[in-house]
């Protein structure tokens, strides 16, 4: 799979009864003309067609329950939501304004936007299918924190998505530490490669402990 530059992906589910798998795909440039300086606005529009991309490889039938933390404009939402009309879908964002504006431009139908942080999303335990964060988590202040409250979300066997566009080594360790620190890779730290967990087609199975 190759999407847009400097991305990287990593995909977790949670407590599968054929074991959880957590999977990094770091993505190649494809144009190196458009590489390297964008602006965040140009940049941004690369990541709704990628997270669709990623999002296929997922078997969804239409009904899932399906949050998308850091959802801004709600964009993403909006196309998932006509793909797929039977689900129910939900958009967590700390600015009350965007969350508004959301309101205003999706009034009716089948997505809903929450004013909320991610470190303390507003939902039981173990409500979604799927939990989605595009080029958020990065900005967030409390990311384990925030990595916690997704795993608390999903339901077992649910899966988590995360696109960021990360593209250099310090990035890349933080992110790696972060994800260490979480309860989707923590009681697994002792098993896994000192190495980082962002290079290319790295996958590892288990289950939750």
């Known amino acids: 799979m190759i999407l847009s530059e400097l991305n990287s992906i990593f995909w977790i589910q949670k407590n599968s009864t054929s074991g959880a798998k957590f999977g990094d795909l770091t ?113 967030f202040p409390y990311r384990v924190r925030a990595l916690d409250e997704m795993y608390r979300v999903l339901k077992p066997g649910g899966e988590c998505i995360i696109l960021e566009g990360i593209s250099d080594k310090t990035w890349k360790n933080k992110f790696d530490k972060i994800l260490r620190q979480s309860k989707f890779i923590r009681p697994l730290k002792k098993y896994l490669p000192r190495t980082a967990l962002f290079r290319k087609s790295y996958l590892v199975k288990y289950r939750k402990l």
């Open 27 to 139: 993505v190649k440039k494809q144009d190196k003309s458009r590489a390297g300086n964008f602006r965040y606005r140009k940049r941004m529009r690369f990541f709704t067609p990628d997270s669709l991309s990623v999002l296929s490889e997922i078997n969804l039938n239409g009904q899932q329950r399906i949050l998308d933390v850091g959802c801004a404009s709600g964009e993403l939402l909006k196309k998932l939501a006509s793909l797929l009309p039977g689900g129910e879908f939900h958009g967590v964002d700390v600015n009350a304004k965007i969350v508004r504006k959301n309101e205003g431009k999706f009034p009716n139908g089948n997505i809903q936007f929450h004013r909320a942080s991610a470190d303390e999303l507003p939902f039981e335990n173990d409500y979604f299918d799927l939990v989605i964060c595009t080029n958020a988590l990065h900005k």
